[in-house]
């Protein structure tokens, strides 16, 4: 058997990559486990053997390299194409071998096979520059979020600023008001941290009895991962010297819509950064250029965009970002003001809504998880309706308020069942069931939705967006 990747098949694509990627890794776990005497070959078939209902394979399944795909029986079986005769072959030699290629180009885009691939919102006539785009989660891998798909949250258009004349001023309660412009800026000692960025309003709509048939990325695309690049926000408020009464800052952005949110100086000492590279570019316009406070783990909006300006108060501003927006209404009809953090949370990507799976086999159940409080120490997936889990495996390294990828090997049968995941975070948090984040909130919150996510498949591999399994 010749094993490569279907042309067009997403799901054998992904197994042929996953196979190709852990041989080396793989083989080290193995060993780790001959060394405690345990002989290979039971390993082996343990592994193969479902470890939860609904056909849930160990995490460490995919592990083995070439012998299970290579003799496979049963429910490791995964399905290439095989080459049948000489002349298949000689059919399979690309034509893009046969003449040369494209020229450079002075900024690259993705394939022209890869048009589907975007970010996804509905226009908005009245006021176009306001509401949200989302990420397409279920059309990704890995965990960092190219700087064209991350997910936009404007309320009122993309700023069109000049990097040589922008500025941020920090006054307020300090000794010495400062302007710092980008070239100032360069001059100060830079971090970079991959953190995930979310808004508050992520996955609300998944909050209601409607269950709308949503993509994953339209559902939950609010979320996106970057690799940051700045300078810490504390070394600034040093340099204009904080005075002992100060308790918040005030964050306002360079927007026609002035959005600005109060932040606790706890906050801005512990680990907030004033970010000028996006993934090694200059950051985007949608994103904040040239430069935009992040907080990391916290609600989106307060990591602000287009940073021009930090006043350091001694209260909270209590601004119309954080009174008639960003509150959280509670069943006694009071709200929540200052929820920073964003809970712990997770959402299979792969196989998710509107995606077919071609057969019964075996696939990879993956997706991403991540907590605002820490790192995520652990996923575990289910497919019969919450019954059992099966842990997932994590791919490393986990880091605190990222994006981490999750990833289990899945027999399926053919039944009708339901798959979801739920993340644990080393804080110990758990994510809720949709009942439980319900019972907490009254039926108009809207914000902090970060429920379990349950995606229904039936017989004929038809995946769909579910409330109960
Ligand atoms: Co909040």
Redesign the pocket.
């Given at each position: 058997m010749v094993r490569r990747p279907h042309s067009c098949q997403t799901w054998a694509s992904m197994i042929y990559y996953w196979d190709q990627a852990i041989e080396v890794g793989g083989m080290k776990r193995i060993d780790r486990v001959r060394n405690q005497g345990v002989p290979d070959v039971a390993v082996q078939e343990d592994f193969g053997e479902p470890v939860a209902g609904g056909g849930l394979l160990h995490r460490r399944a995919f592990l083995r390299g070439g012998v299970a795909f290579a003799g496979a029986t049963g429910a490791l079986a995964v399905t290439a194409r095989d080459a049948r005769s000489a002349a298949d072959i000689a059919q399979g030699t690309p034509i893009t071998m046969h003449t040369p290629g494209a020229p450079f180009s002075k900024y690259g885009v993705p394939s022209s096979h890869e048009r589907q691939v975007v970010r996804a919102f509905t226009p908005n006539d009245r006021r176009p520059g306001t509401g949200a785009s989302r990420t397409p989660l279920q059309m990704l891998n890995g965990t960092i979020t190219p700087n064209g798909l991350h997910f936009e949250r404007h309320h009122n258009g993309i700023p069109d600023t000049n990097p040589n004349t922008h500025q941020l001023l920090i006054h307020g309660l300090v000794e010495r008001p400062l302007f710092f412009g980008l070239e100032d800026l360069h001059r100060y000692p830079m971090e970079t941290h991959i953190r995930f960025i979310e808004c508050?309003g992520n996955s609300g709509g998944q909050r209601g009895e409607e269950v709308s048939q949503r993509t994953a990325g339209e559902l939950h695309g609010l979320v996106s991962c970057s690799e940051w690049t700045g300078v810490r926000l504390a070394v600034l408020l040093e340099e204009a010297g904080v005075d002992p009464s100060a308790k918040w800052i005030l964050a306002e952005g360079a927007d026609a819509a002035g959005m600005s949110r109060s932040v606790p100086l706890e906050k801005c000492w512990e680990d907030a950064v004033i970010a000028l590279y996006q993934n090694g570019e200059a950051i985007r316009p949608e994103q904040g250029h040239p430069m935009r406070l992040l907080l990391p783990g916290y609600?989106g909006n307060m990591s602000v965009k287009w940073l021009h300006r930090i006043e350091v108060t001694e209260t909270a501003t209590y601004t119309k970002d954080e009174t008639s927006k960003?509150?959280?209404l509670l069943p006694s009809g009071k709200s929540?003001l200052?929820?920073?953090t964003q809970g712990v949370k997770s959402v299979i990507t792969q196989p998710s809504q509107g995606h077919k799976l071609p057969g019964a086999g075996t696939y990879q159940i993956t997706g991403l998880a991540w907590s605002g409080a820490g790192r995520v120490r652990e996923v575990e997936v289910s497919a019969d309706g919450g019954t059992s889990w099966a842990e997932a495996a994590l791919d490393g390294p986990v880091l605190p308020m990222a994006l981490t990828r999750f990833r289990l090997p899945w027999a399926w049968t053919g039944d009708r069942l339901s798959i979801q995941s739920r993340a644990t975070d080393d804080a110990g948090n758990v994510q809720p069931t949709r009942d439980e984040w319900l019972s907490l909130y009254g039926p108009s919150q809207f914000?902090?939705y970060n429920a379990i996510q349950l995606w229904g498949v039936n017989s004929g591999g038809d995946v769909w967006n579910i409330h109960y399994a």
């Open positions: 508050s609600e960003y509150s959280d929540l200052f929820t920073f914000y902090h």
